[in-house]
């Protein structure tokens, strides 16, 4: 962690005289680099542990000086409750007489100083409060009437900005009120190059700087990102034909969507039938083999396809050209081969492979899946894959990432912060930039950081016709802001914008931790707190009972309700039988309030005989049921984060284990999300097995392990090599022996099975109203678990649902479930299964006169009521 020194001078230039610093016999520590924070026009904080109480406190600038006056009794309760993490602070006025400096001021370089301590100025707030209300009504980036563009960059620090275009510098105006630059061209601009030379004082190196730098509100990039181009998205000629008039699928609501999270080029760039392997375009080869199978499960009721990042990220080069490939014979080496990896990881900074979770421009196409990254083509090739997707019955979500920013500071890679150095990235309390994220975090708490997201969603969705959007890390995002997204969107009519934003659908990961936890800075859009809004939070507390364990375990042997906790054991899952069966059941009751929606206040009992609402089920520590609604939860077993189920799966499952069973096993884990009260989400791939040969966090790890092989020759990505070693070198011990087992290969027959059997249970919850209530009430009237309780069987979930019995049956062996309230009751297997494709689960009965369920071991059998 950078430290500044206690002298003034090395800031650049000297303090009055009176700010000499005295001697002391021991050198005091140095100060934060930033530890003061300006929060409105009149008022400063103050750490009280910073500097002598008795000292003079000032703020000194380009020009002079502000001298602070204290504020008994500290920040306002207004102010405390805006900024609650500087509650403890002292407050100090900036005198009436100096506020109409404060503007110019924060042109420049700042230091907050008493006599014995020097540091630096976070200015966010104060920045919100001079400009905020006026800039958040400006339009920034390119913006055409009547076919001259007018460029707009929100930049109130900057002493200069002046626009670089075409071989010409051209100087743009400053608008005092709002802190907007801008100019206006000709026609003749429309489609040239374009960059800012942003003249601002940069903290990070402390001096006065001249940045070129690309436009935040960029609509179009040349390649790698290294101008903007000056686009008007409503051009006739970045339309493909029947954009203007595309129809989508029947929007479905959250509550009953099911998604398919993809990678662009995991798609596709391993399927020999696709003709733009790793391109948008190959969403528009429809007989490619990756789009037969995304229509096989849209017609068994899969409604939107989740799309890892699209966005202009920045660390894959763009041109092909550039493109690194490994250079090794990586299919001849042995399965449990270090060497794969090790080839793999020696291109990775340079191969056409990354997730995407380092924005660069937030509102631009990624220029490497398009055919030419070179300005038009990224547009009207992400419009030609939405209208794929829609043509094949599915509408498209967006992952979107404004959490923060591939890089900070003076970084080649920064673009937010070398506009205005020190606003757009969350700043600890020591000035340095927050990276609770793993990157440089931004601030949308801020009022421009917030407009951003606010926009960027809103042209998506206008412009690019995306159906949803899933949020990144949502929880670092206050509730306001996403509560902001959803009001925008709601505001857009076909008639108007040429969308329905009421039909948009936003959901994202509610996760509370970091800098802004347990809503230190802001009410977050956490689990608990997005509860009721309509927008969907990520649940894990069935997604760990299913698949046992944590994503975070040392060993991930460790086994859950699917993997054979109890019921079938491996000899590593710790505990005693007894301990063991009480985790099973206890899981059991996870998945219970999953299947509920994850609702707080639904009432069940629970394996110990109490009566308990899903609020009252402990989830390591925390309440397992949040939601208020069916639609706030969504329920997944994997998604692209930490292995896939399959190599879960093959870590927990007894050694033993037949790949016919691994494919049961793999079914019945996502039967659990799939059969729930509200959305689920699958990774693609999943219901065929799909493996990333052990590999927990593939977000570098190349199109070897990543890519989704739809010919079955080709295996499902399994035994291709130890996974690479920065992530997974600790679980190599484990990871070994498995990989080097062939019969860990599931083989064409399982991964068939599996997936057939996964669609036949997606056609029955698509098509069952009782998977579909639209209150907590009618959850609780229609949704009941009669065999829960004290003697409920540990490894079996019984589930009655309106006129349905569903038996989850996650053990190895074919057990009964009686229930003696339905004795009488005529009952028989769903049709869907009855005349589907899975032979085992037709074996299933029941026995109306004493109401008792025969179901196969590792199988999920759907009974419906007779009549």
């Known amino acids: 962690m950078r430290r500044l020194v206690t002298a003034a001078a090395a800031l650049g230039f000297l303090l009055p005289l009176a700010a000499a610093a005295p001697t002391h016999a021991n050198p005091a520590p140095a100060p934060p680099e930033a530890a003061v924070q300006w929060i409105d026009?009149?008022?400063?904080?103050?750490?009280?542990?910073?500097?002598?109480?008795?000292?003079?406190?000032?703020?000194?600038?380009?020009?002079?000086?502000?001298?602070?006056?204290?504020?008994?009794?500290?920040l306002t309760p207004g102010q405390r409750a805006k900024y609650p993490h500087l509650a403890g602070y002292d407050a100090f006025r900036i005198a009436p007489g100096d506020r109409s400096r404060v503007a110019d001021a924060l042109r420049g370089r700042l230091v907050a100083a008493t006599d014995d301590i020097t540091t630096g100025v976070q200015i966010p707030g104060v920045l919100d409060d001079l400009y905020a209300a006026s800039a958040a009504k400006a339009r920034l980036g390119p913006v055409f009437r009547q076919g001259r563009p007018t460029l707009s960059l929100w930049a109130p620090t900057a002493r200069?900005?002046?626009?670089?275009?075409?071989?010409?510098?051209?100087?743009?105006?400053?608008?005092?009120?709002?802190?907007?630059?801008?100019?206006?061209?000709?026609?003749?601009?429309?489609?040239?190059?374009?960059?800012?030379?942003?003249?601002?004082?940069?903290p990070t190196v402390r001096?006065?700087?001249?940045?070129?730098?690309?436009?935040?509100?960029?609509?179009?990039?040349?390649?790698?990102?290294?101008?903007?181009?000056?686009?008007?998205?409503?051009?006739?000629?970045?339309?493909?034909?029947?954009?203007?008039?595309?129809?989508?699928?029947?929007?479905?609501?959250?509550?009953?969507?099911?998604?398919?999270?993809?990678?662009?080029?995991d798609f596709s760039v391993a399927d020999r039938t696709s003709a733009h392997p790793g391109q948008y375009l190959a969403f528009t080869d429809r007989t490619s083999a990756g789009m037969r199978h995304l229509r096989s499960l849209a017609d068994a009721g899969t409604s939107y396809v989740h799309l890892l990042p699209a966005f202009d990220f920045a660390t894959v080069p763009e041109k092909r050209a550039d493109q690194a490939t490994p250079a090794c014979d990586l299919a001849a080496l042995p399965a449990d081969s270090e060497r794969q990896q090790e080839c793999v990881g020696r291109t990775a900074a340079r191969d056409a492979y990354n997730w995407g979770y380092d924005p660069l421009h937030y509102t631009v196409p990624e220029g490497s899946y398009a055919s030419d990254p070179d300005g038009p083509r990224r547009t009207l090739e992400f419009r030609r894959m939405v209208q794929g997707l829609a043509a094949s019955g599915l509408r498209t979500v967006m992952d979107v990432v404004y959490n923060h920013t591939a890089a900070s500071g003076q970084d080649p890679r920064s673009v937010l912060d070398r506009v205005v150095p020190g606003y757009y990235q969350r700043l600890l309390d020591d000035g340095t930039v927050a990276t609770s994220t793993c990157c440089a975090n931004t601030a949308p708490e801020h009022a421009m950081m917030g407009k951003l997201v606010v926009d960027s969603v809103v042209t998506w969705a206008k412009a690019y016709k995306v159906d949803g959007f899933r949020f990144d890390l949502m929880g670092h995002h206050p509730k306001a802001n996403i509560l902001a997204v959803r009001e925008a969107l709601d505001a857009l009519t076909p008639a108007k914008?040429?969308?329905?934003?009421?039909?948009?659908?936003?959901?994202?990961e509610g996760w509370n931790f970091g800098e802004v936890a347990d809503d230190a800075r802001f009410v977050q859009a956490?689990?608990?707190?997005?509860?009721?809004?309509?927008?969907?939070?990520?649940?894990?507390?069935?997604?760990d009972a299913v698949r046992g364990g944590g994503p975070f375990d040392t060993d991930p042997r460790v086994q859950g309700f699917a993997s054979g906790l109890y019921t079938d054991p491996n000899g590593a899952t710790p505990g005693t039988p007894g301990e063991q069966r009480a985790r099973l059941l206890h899981a059991q009751d996870l998945i219970k309030v999953g299947l509920s929606g994850n609702l707080a206040a639904y009432r069940f009992t629970d394996s110990t005989g109490r009566s308990v609402s899903g609020a009252d089920v402990d989830y390591n520590g925390?309440?397992?049921?949040?939601?208020?609604?069916?639609?706030?939860?969504?329920a997944y077993v994997d998604a692209h984060d930490n292995e896939t189920l399959y190599d879960a799966l093959a870590f927990k499952l007894p050694r033993r284990t037949t790949p016919s069973d691994r494919a049961r096993a793999q079914v019945l884990a996502m039967a659990t999300a799939t059969l729930s009260q509200g959305p689920a989400l699958s990774q693609a791939g999943t219901d065929l097995l799909r493996s990333k040969s052990l590999d927990r966090n593939s977000f570098d790890s190349g199109d070897w392990f990543n890519a989704i092989?739809?010919?079955?020759?080709?295996?499902?990505?399994?035994?291709?090599?130890?996974?690479?070693?920065?992530?997974?070198?600790?679980?190599?011990?484990?990871?070994?022996?498995?990989?080097?087992?062939?019969?860990?290969?599931?083989?064409?027959?399982?991964?068939?099975?599996?997936?057939?059997?996964?669609?036949?249970?997606?056609?029955?919850?698509t098509t069952e109203q009782a998977f579909s209530h639209t209150t907590a009430a009618g959850v609780q009237a229609d949704l009941s678990f009669p065999l829960s309780g004290k003697d409920e069987?540990?490894?079996?979930?019984?589930?009655?649902?309106?006129?349905?019995?569903?038996?989850?049956?996650?053990?190895?062996?074919?057990?009964?479930?009686?229930?003696?309230?339905?004795?009488?009751?005529?009952?028989?297997?769903?049709?869907?299964q009855a005349q589907g494709s899975d032979p085992v689960v037709k074996s299933a009965s029941y026995d109306g006169t004493s109401g008792t369920f025969t179901v196969p071991g590792r199988t999920v059998a759907v009974f419906r009521r007779a009549g």
């Open 41 to 74: 026009r009149t008022t400063v904080a103050w750490p009280k542990s910073l500097g002598d109480p008795g000292h003079p406190h000032r703020i000194v600038h380009d020009t002079g000086t502000f001298a602070l006056t204290p504020r008994p009794g500290g």
């Open 160 to 202: 200069a900005v002046a626009l670089e275009l075409a071989g010409r510098t051209v100087p743009m105006r400053r608008d005092a009120t709002s802190g907007v630059w801008s100019v206006t061209g000709p026609r003749e601009w429309t489609g040239k190059p374009y960059r800012y030379a942003v003249t601002v004082w940069a």
């Open 207 to 265: 001096k006065t700087v001249t940045n070129l730098v690309t436009d935040p509100y960029s609509t179009a990039l040349t390649a790698d990102s290294a101008r903007s181009v000056v686009t008007d998205l409503a051009d006739p000629a970045l339309a493909p034909p029947g954009w203007r008039t595309l129809r989508k699928p029947r929007a479905v609501p959250l509550r009953d969507a099911h998604i398919q999270e993809l990678h662009i080029r």
């Open 497 to 508: 914008d040429g969308v329905d934003g009421k039909a948009v659908v936003l959901y994202g």
């Open 526 to 543: 956490t689990q608990r707190n997005m509860a009721g809004t309509g927008i969907a939070t990520f649940s894990d507390r069935a997604r």
């Open 622 to 634: 925390a309440p397992a049921g949040y939601a208020a609604a069916p639609g706030d939860a969504l």
């Open 709 to 765: 092989h739809w010919d079955r020759t080709d295996g499902n990505g399994f035994g291709r090599g130890l996974p690479p070693a920065a992530d997974n070198a600790a679980k190599w011990p484990y990871a070994r022996p498995l990989l080097a087992d062939p019969a860990l290969l599931p083989g064409r027959t399982p991964v068939e099975a599996a997936s057939a059997a996964y669609r036949d249970l997606l056609r029955i919850r």
């Open 793 to 832: 069987t540990p490894g079996v979930i019984t589930m009655r649902l309106g006129n349905l019995l569903v038996v989850l049956n996650a053990t190895p062996g074919r057990l009964t479930q009686r229930v003696p309230t339905l004795a009488g009751t005529a009952y028989a297997l769903h049709p869907l």
